[in-house]
């Protein structure tokens, strides 16, 4: 059965500076991976997503992540923070060929200082 | 863009009660999701269903039912509430798996559930 660890709980970064999220997942075949952000009061949002080909994967909002299947990660960054960025973001693994069942990390919030 | 919509953002009931909970997505969607989502623990999926009348357990379907009488409709049913169901619920919908589909989950805006 697949597994997601987000190992961070909550990370607080500066306004303007880069940040990377952290995700490992665990499923022994080809995994599809996904990214999704919540907002406070408000229902997920996918960032972007990931099947197949290109290993860097662009999302929006100005988000990123890059597939490591030696390493098992799917970590998501942003060069620039903005004070519009703090939520809570979820990984989720689902298996293929078919994502209807997405498996969830814990979440990790992210606090931004002015 | 697709639209899910839950019929209460906040719910407050009381143990033992009945309580449904309503998702409504327009997007002609086969596959319906219920989840709850607490603190440290992510979403967690309770029922899934991939087509009218159709339904499937999830990870914790214990304490809850699900009713799909039209495609566009998902209920999630509490028999008899207990305060350990108080958390947040999220409805979801997605296209079936195919090529060409995007195998995205749209969720809606969740109903905070609260049993005294």
């Known amino acids: 059965a697949q597994s997601v660890t987000q190992p961070d709980i909550h990370i607080t970064v500066s306004e303007g500076a880069s940040l990377e999220l952290r995700c490992n997942y665990s499923?022994?075949?080809?995994?599809?991976l996904f990214w999704y952000v919540q907002s406070p009061g408000q229902g997920l949002q996918l960032l972007l997503k990931?099947?197949?080909?290109?290993?860097l994967v662009q999302g929006i909002k100005g988000f990123e992540a890059e597939f490591k299947r030696s390493q098992s990660s799917f970590n998501l960054r942003k060069p620039s923070v903005h004070w519009s960025d703090a939520a809570e973001y979820f990984c989720a693994v689902g298996a293929f060929p078919g994502a209807q069942k997405l498996v969830f990390g814990q979440g990790t919030r992210l606090t931004i200082n002015p | 863009d697709v639209k899910v919509t839950q019929s209460s953002r906040y719910l407050v009931k009381r143990t033992g009660e009945k309580v449904f909970l309503e998702c409504v997505q327009d997007?002609?969607?086969?596959?319906m999701f219920w989840y709850r989502q607490d603190p440290g623990l992510g979403l967690r999926l309770i029922y899934f269903s991939y087509d009218v009348k159709m339904k499937e357990k999830g990870d914790i379907p214990e304490g809850y039912s699900v009713s799909r009488e039209k495609k566009e409709r998902f209920s999630l049913i509490l028999e008899s509430a207990s305060t350990n169901q108080t958390s947040m619920y999220l409805c979801?919908?997605?296209?079936?798996?195919?090529?060409?589909?995007?195998?995205?989950?749209?969720f809606g805006p969740g109903t905070r559930l609260t049993v005294l």
């Open positions: 997007m002609d969607h086969e596959n």
């Open positions: 979801a919908s997605s296209p079936p798996s195919g090529p060409g589909s995007t195998d995205t989950q749209y």
């Open positions: 990931y099947f197949s080909g290109d290993t």
């Open positions: 499923y022994g075949a080809t995994p599809y």
